[in-house]
């Protein structure tokens, strides 16, 4: 069978921002996916960097299986104490020992969870809170989870795809996509607001929404009018910054009557109080949004080993790849696959989608030069993957760009 890499010039795919209708979703640092997701990878890079210490290299482990299991509060009128706890459930698989010396896997692991969930939730110290270890080392390879040396890892000197799979990248962001972000950082900047921050984006043609879904925190709000007041206003200010292009649409099931414990009200800041769990993968992809005119695929990138996991490693390639495109030749969409055991300068296939038509060769060209890259891993464990919330007046100057 051929493993000749193959550039794709096939009928040209519209880009997003092309389209006549775009829809961009994202679930917001407190969401319940959102921390799965930002304690997997948190949890991967402070391993990681603990093997290279001590190690000199980045050991077998994939920590994209955890969960997240919601715990419960009992509310009163205005305010709540958590009397079922929240539970995060590392899976997944990981390396316990180097040459026989154990490795501080549950330490490293445990402090992950809590420092993302601080970080996180504004009222994480309302939040009762447990860990549970389920990884594993196992492995049809004896010393694949349990090196007794470097040469235990074969990925070294030159990593190679762990797996089949098919990465997009895209650059630069849309507008909608900007605007999503744009949505929750402008609520989350908020004292009374929580972090569980849901914003849907609808572009169609020059006419834009967001409808808006934001949790109150307990201490900051007494009455559901209050709440109801405080959203409101909130939303027309965002209107007003985005000189009246956006309809701002807030807590579409709200109210104004009842007690505020009754609307969307929180004590961690995240509807993790209610039993809602999550899961790495569920929520957004590594841009941070839901962007499924992207025709991106679906692999999972937090808690992916950073040294050569195809799913993490690919994915920062066809970033790379699509901001060294677009710097050149405007907005692009760049998709690669790669076979299982193929070098990363060898995809199976390149497909390079331009806004203005580029010369081809000149944009191959980009792509091929980006694939001969070998310092992902240091960029990887900077955090370049981890959930975030921008600055508000990055993501506005972004967004106006965006529409130029």
Not at 138 to 160: G, N, Q, T, V, Y
Not at 288 to 302: D, P, Q
Request: charged residues 25%; negative net charge; aromatic residues 6%.
């Amino acid at each position: 069978m051929s493993t000749a890499t193959r550039t794709v010039s096939a009928q040209r795919t519209p880009l997003p921002h092309e389209l006549a209708v775009e829809i961009v979703e994202r679930k917001g640092i407190g969401h319940p996916d959102t921390l799965a997701d930002g304690i997997a990878e948190l949890a991967s890079i402070r391993y990681s960097r603990h093997c290279l210490n001590e190690t000199g290299a980045v050991l077998h482990h994939n920590l994209d299986k955890v969960a997240v299991l919601g715990g419960r509060a009992a509310f009163t009128d205005t305010d709540g104490v958590y009397d079922r706890p929240l539970r995060v459930v590392f899976g997944g698989r990981i390396s316990t020992s180097f040459a026989g010396q154990e490795l501080p896997v549950r330490e490293i692991l445990e402090q992950a969870a809590v420092d993302h969930l601080r970080a996180a939730l504004p009222g994480f110290d309302r939040v009762r809170l447990e860990i549970r270890h389920e990884t594993t080392d196992s492995s049809k390879f004896r010393h694949w989870f349990a090196p007794r040396s470097l040469h235990d890892l074969p990925e070294r000197p030159r990593p190679f795809s762990n797996d089949t799979a098919y990465l997009v990248g895209s650059a630069p962001r849309t507008a909608a996509e900007s605007l999503a972000l744009l949505a929750e950082a402008w609520f989350r900047s908020r004292t009374w607001a929580g972090s569980d921050i849901k914003a849907l984006v609808v572009r169609r043609g020059d006419a834009w929404t967001v409808t808006v879904c934001v949790p109150a925190l307990a201490g900051h709000l007494a009455t559901s009018a209050e709440f109801d007041d405080a959203v409101t206003t909130c939303a027309r200010e965002l209107e007003q910054q985005l000189t009246g292009r956006v309809e701002v649409v807030c807590n579409t099931r709200g109210g104004r009557t009842g007690p505020i414990s009754g609307q969307y009200f929180t004590l961690s800041g995240s509807a993790i109080d209610y039993g809602e769990d999550g899961l790495v993968g569920r929520g957004n992809a590594r841009t941070g949004l839901i962007s499924g005119a992207h025709l991106a695929g679906n692999e999972a990138t937090f808690g992916k080993n950073p040294a050569y996991h195809v799913g993490k490693v690919g994915g920062w390639l066809a970033d790379a790849a699509a901001r060294a495109v677009a710097a050149e030749f405007g907005p692009c969409r760049i998709g690669l696959l790669w076979r299982n055991g193929a070098a990363y300068d060898q995809p199976a296939s390149v497909e390079i989608t331009t806004s203005e038509q580029a010369p081809p060769k000149a944009a191959e060209e980009l792509v091929r030069a980006t694939l001969a890259r070998t310092d992902w891993t240091e960029d990887l464990l900077s955090g370049r993957y981890l959930p975030k919330v921008e600055p508000v007046e990055d993501l506005l100057t972004d967004f106006t760009k965006a529409l130029r």
